[in-house]
């Protein structure tokens, strides 16, 4: 698949097969994420990449209802981000920084025929503490965003234009607003 089909078609998938995704294809997703910019290359993420189910329910638990796609997730990603290795004159960007990580590798899944559905933590106080429980993260570790992965158990979206392209309020000005 090429890159401007896999954004296009890039949907939020919260039902999962529970066919296995190799190992080789979450590196691959993993790989995505470590290519993206990050503001002043200061690269602050860290991503946790959890298969057991016991640890995915406990992210399911920690996130809330919004997330219970984790019960069928083949796989998540918890994208962390390090308070000591943000830039120092503006550490917000970590959050763009994080969601630019996320993102590429929800690209990257879809260009491997992989479900993907993002669960907004930050800037959820409660979620991210939760999710920072979990893992006994240390305190200069900012949980930042959780991605599910996995095959869809609904394969008709597919390939599907991305719903948001066909949305008829303008969002493109040209010149001048
Ligand atoms: C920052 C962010 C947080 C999100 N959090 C959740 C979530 O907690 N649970 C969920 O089911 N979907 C979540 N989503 C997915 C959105 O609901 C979804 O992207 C949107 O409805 C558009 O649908 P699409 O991804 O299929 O285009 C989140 C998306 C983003 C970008």
Known sequence: MDTLEALYTRYSCREFTDEVVSDEDIEKILKAALAAPSACNTRNWSFIVVRDRETLLKMNE????????LQTANFAVLIVCDKNIMWPKFPEYY???GAIAGENMCI?????GIGSLWLGTWPQPNKMDAERAVFNLPENLIPHSVIAFGYAKD???IGELNKGLKDPTPKIHWEKW
């Open 62 to 69: 920690a996130n809330g209802p919004a997330a219970n796609a």
């Open 95 to 97: 959050v763009i920084d």
């Open 108 to 112: 990257a899944a879809t260009s491997l």
């Open 155 to 157: 394969k008709s979206r």
